[in-house]
């Protein structure tokens, strides 16, 4: 049983501030009274789990009026779900974070926590895994802003050596805290946000500061923000509120800052989860820019005026930096070619039609801009990371299939990258997505492996070495240098995209050779063409281009059968130029291999490339001569 709390200070280290130490202070009131608070705590507890009822249980623990012993009820809720299963548990961080500074006092969730790390050698009598459970809990209290970091290292000093309450601080620290992802991993530690995901907590805070900006009724907003009881995730709300005040300043602005004033004031949003919002909101304001093209000194404004106010510490804060050096084109051109560009890829995932999307994003950049290019490469695989293996491998697929400069891709890459840091709040496996993104492109030879090379360098002047973008950038190269990485890379999500998952190269590259072989020997073009599309790999299609080259020069030019073929496919966007140019290089790369049979080789070649040119096939500046083309990457060969 809890003994009766002394009249003196209970914390004898330092562990909290004098002013909180202070209020720590136990009144004088009798041992019986004591004995009586803990009876209804633990009633209320109990009832708690049983109605999962955050109001009700506030409304109890309000009326006992001893916020003196609120510790107790902290150390109570916990060690009674440390015994439960994990629906208790995530009910116990809830109801703590929802009772966090308007019922119990940020000193009392501080001695609560330091008692039961000085009680957890009791508490592991009957809970095995006592030390594991409350190290989350600790852990928990921290990402959810109810305790603060420094916890960790002023409690420890103050625990004897050896203790499970020492074992419960390094754990926290080291397994969970310090981990990549951590707030993530702790958050859905025992089921994640009480029957709420994600985007359904994001539409709900959109939802709520629309009805704000309506109704002005700031108390009405503060009941819906408390009633979501995500206060961890309080820098969603802020971010979001920003980005209204940007898009809409006048009016909308003023109201905006209230909100968020009086969020602060009110303790309804932390100091730790504006700064977070904050920081979220300078992370993006460059694509921000491409919508209003005055956010950033927006935003700036805003910082100073919620500086002055006294409710943001602009110091804390990263550098909104310089602004960016690429202009961007006429913004009202781009933000609608946008809207048609997140229309194209839902339309591309419903129908799978590849032919159509290239088309439709070619028709609509018809001007073949930098800017409308990395925006499209940037919302395409967005788009894909949110969804399934399926939706992954048909932009693979897209992206291979796309007439684009491989500096427009990379730019967009770039945007991946910066944007990585605020995408991994929302997706946890970022950092593998975008790794196998980057590598899949090299295969494709979307990008080259230089082209990687130089994202890395110049991202690495502006990215910390364990930043989202960098660590995708890293895995890409660890994929690529992998041992038959193109075959593993090409299969990640199923390969094939609409076609049949699971095929070798080799396989594919049989097939391909008989198709054409079938269509050499008297085959229908039609047949062929069903044949070329049914293989399901049109970012492939260039060993197709390849192959019919090979075959043609080795007769010499005495059955052109072939070339009609291709002449066919590329008058039907079966093949499109990007791989009918990469079909050229490809032969290009081992012409001197096909030589030591075909002597004439590099010179029917030339003709053949001078013939493709005046049929539209290629563009006027290819050349067969590409001094420093970079290694096509392990599995593709280049003369098979």
Partial sequence: MESVPPARAPIKCPSAAAEDVEQLRTPSVSSQEFIEFKRKATTIVEEYFSTDDVAATANELRELRVPCYHYYFVKKLVSVAMDRHDREKEMAAV?????????????????????LTESCDDLAVDTPDAVDILAVFV????????????????????????????????????????????????????????????????????????????????????????????????????????????????????????????????????????????????????????????????LKSIILKASSEGWLCASSLKPLGPEPRKAVEDDAAVKKLKAKAVLIIQEYFLTGDIIESVSRQEAENSSCSPTVNAIFVKKLIIAAMDRKNREKEMVSVLLSSLCMPPEHVVTGFHLLIDAAEDAALDNPAIVEDLAMFFARSVVDEVIAPSDLEAMGEEAGRRKA????????????????????????????????????????????????????????????????????????????????????????????????????????????????????????????????????????????????????????????????????????????????
């Fill in 95 to 115: 109801l703590l974070s929802s009772l966090y500074n308007d019922v119990i006092d940020r000193p009392q969730v501080y001695k609560g926590f330091c008692k």
């Fill in 139 to 298: 852990a928990r209290a921290i990402v959810d802003d109810i305790l603060p970091p420094a916890f960790l290292a002023k409690q420890l000093p103050c625990l004897p050596d050896g203790c499970k309450g020492a074992e419960v601080i390094h754990r926290a620290e080291k397994s969970y805290l310090s981990v990549p992802h951590h707030g993530e991993i702790i958050l859905q530690r025992w089921g994640g946000i009480k029957c709420i995901t994600v985007e359904e907590a994001k539409a709900k805070i959109a939802e709520i500061l629309e009805e704000y900006l309506a109704a002005g009724d700031t108390a009405e907003a503060f009941r819906c923000i408390r009633d979501l009881k995500i206060p961890f995730f309080h820098h969603d709300v802020v971010k979001r509120a920003v980005v209204l005040a940007i898009e809409r300043a006048g009016a909308a602005e003023g109201l905006i800052l209230d909100l968020l004033k009086s969020a602060s004031d009110q303790g309804v949003i932390n100091e730790s989860q504006i700064i977070k919002g904050f920081n979220r909101m300078i992370d993006s304001v460059d694509d921000l820019t491409l919508d209003v093209p005055n956010a950033r000194c927006l």
């Fill in 465 to 640: 070495a364990n930043s989202p973008g960098m660590l995708a950038l890293r895995d890409a190269h660890a994929l690529l240098g992998a041992k038959l990485s193109a075959e593993r890379i090409l299969r990640c999500w199923g390969g094939g995209g609409t076609g049949k998952a699971g095929w070798e190269l080799s396989e594919v590259k049989d097939k391909i050779s008989k198709l054409l072989q079938e269509y050499d020997c008297g085959g229908g073009v039609r047949e062929a063409c069903r044949c070329i599309r049914e293989l399901g790999m049109p970012f492939f299609h260039h060993e197709v281009v390849k192959k019919a080259l090979v075959a043609i020069i080795e007769k010499r030019g005495k059955d052109e059968r072939l070339w009609g073929l291709l002449d066919e496919c590329y008058g039907r966007g079966l093949i499109t130029p990007n791989q009918m140019t990469k079909g050229f290089e490809r032969l290009g790369d081992c012409v001197d291999d096909l030589a030591l049979d075909v002597p004439d080789a590099r010179e029917q070649l030339r003709r053949y490339v001078e013939r493709a040119k005046k049929g539209g096939w290629l563009d006027a500046s290819f050349s067969i001569a590409r001094p420093g083309q970079a290694p096509v990457p392990d599995g593709i060969a280049a003369c098979s």
